[in-house]
């Protein structure tokens, strides 16, 4: 699924970095910000089977950069954190399955 997204972020004309899970996440994130390349958004899963999944990430990606935009995504339509994402301090929400119209809208209002 992320390779998918990946494919449909650069089709929007984003450049893009997948990974598997939360801290190979962390680890992208940090090595582009010390490298003076920050990135301008990550969009997390929240659920990660065997991996650091999204919620736990991103408190741990706002511990290094309080100014991280993250939007969040699951395809578990009823997990609160979807339905209160700002409450959790995400910046937007994106639902599997993806659609390319609802990416571009979301990373358009939040890297604008």
Avoid: W
Wanted: glycine letters at 8%.
């Amino acid at each position: 699924m992320r390779l998918l997204l990946g494919e449909m972020l650069r089709h929007l004309g984003y450049d893009v970095q997948c990974v598997a899970e939360g801290k190979e996440a962390l680890v992208r994130y940090q090595e582009a910000y010390h490298a003076r390349q920050p990135f301008h958004a990550v969009i997390l899963d929240l659920t990660v089977t065997g991996g650091l999944g999204g919620k736990d990430t991103f408190q741990q990606l706002r511990q290094f950069d309080p100014q991280v935009k993250a939007i969040v995504s699951s395809g578990y339509s009823n997990d609160p954190v979807l339905s209160g994402y700002s409450t959790f301090r995400f910046y937007g929400v994106v639902a599997k399955p993806f659609r390319l119209a609802e990416l571009s809208q979301v990373l358009h209002q939040i890297t604008a």
